[in-house]
């Protein structure tokens, strides 16, 4: 369960305050994986980073009763000067993990090659992804929050992902950011749309997108 009590976060935009979230009210509840749309400049990344704790709101709180991963996809989640392998280490010994473990996992996962050995700051933007993918994987969240990475690779890792991810949605929700519409039909059972500050919950992934597509026009 995420729940938002009274989630208020404004930006100041040429002088004035821009609302991206306002007085939301709303509890998620846990078994679903979700969509979340919304036009460019809504506030999906910022939601996001509220929800992992990475950024303040202005006003309110968000409760939930398990454990949330970072945003995975979104700059800052590893660190640039750091190989692969050691940000790998870093992660594990924050969240309590089995260092060697994770290690394995990730790069099996990633598959990276010598690259995993290398300073991040050296990868493509594709083979950041899929460390940030394979090490968020790696650890068991209740709540995985996934920003435009699962895409990443050719055909035959992005299927490894996707068997990967549903293997996890098993025991464990997500919130994910795609702008590819068919990306979230094949990764997500059900949507949230941000607009205007407020969030709307959809059982049915098909109507939630109908509204995005209107609210883009």
Known sequence: MIRFEH??????????????????NLTLERGRSLALLGRNGAGKSTLMQIIAGNMRPDRGRVVTDGTISWPV??????HPNLTGAQNVRFIARVYGVDTGELVDFVQDFAQLGAHFHMEVRTYSSGMRSRLNFGLSMGIKFDT?????????????FRSRSAALFQDRMQNSDAIMVNHNLGELKEYCNAAIVLERGKLQVFDDLDEAIALHKRNMD
């Open 7 to 24: 989630l208020t976060k404004g930006f100041d935009v040429n002088g004035q305050r821009k609302l991206v979230i306002d007085d939301l």
């Open 73 to 78: 996809g979104l700059a800052g989640a590893v």
């Open 144 to 156: 995985y929050l996934i920003d435009e990475v699962t895409g990443a690779g050719d055909a035959a």
